[in-house]
């Protein structure tokens, strides 16, 4: 299990009885195959009550649509993901699922619930329900050579 924290997922936090749910449903088959395309964060350091990961050892994230992920120490992940050629062009976003807190799977430049078959855009809105509301979305301020989350 992972050691790195974040602050503020407020709106997204289930219960462990939501996520048993989900979790069961997949267990049981209901969900799709679904291929993962983002990879783990590398060059990721706490700092303080954030997360700091080094650009150039993240090569996905040198492209629009590239995405990155980061297990936190509640079982939870994160994705960071390059919405823009901008210097602060990117999104970080709890990969709970808003319906019932399933982690979601990129598949292509989406993502999809596993559980339910929600889906959300690349920067985490709804596109389809169940869920209705967005993925939970940490503050993010970049450089060009690292993105802090959190
Ligand atoms: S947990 Fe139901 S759609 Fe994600």
């Given at each position: 299990m992972s050691d790195f924290e974040l602050d503020g997922l407020k709106s997204?936090?289930?219960?462990r009885r939501a996520v048993l749910c989900g979790a069961l449903a997949v267990a049981f088959g209901l969900s799709a195959d679904i291929a993962t395309a983002s990879s783990p964060a590398v060059g990721l350091k706490q700092v303080g009550k954030k997360l700091q990961l080094d650009l150039a050892k993240n090569?996905?994230?040198?492209?629009?649509?590239g995405a990155v992920t980061i297990a936190l120490g509640d079982g939870s992940s994160v994705a960071v993901v390059?919405?823009?050629?901008?210097?602060?062009?990117f999104v970080a976003m709890n990969l709970?699922?808003?319906?019932?807190?399933v982690q979601v799977e990129q598949q292509g430049s989406n993502w999809i619930c596993p559980a339910h078959g929600s889906q959300f855009s690349s920067?985490?809105?709804?596109?389809?329900?169940?869920?209705n509301q967005a993925l939970y979305k940490y503050p993010v301020a970049a450089t060009a050579k690292t993105v802090t989350i959190g």
């Open positions: 997204a936090h289930l219960g090569k996905a994230l040198l492209k629009i649509g390059r919405t823009a050629a901008t210097t602060n062009g709970s699922c808003t319906h019932q807190g920067a985490g809105k709804v596109l389809r329900g169940p869920a």
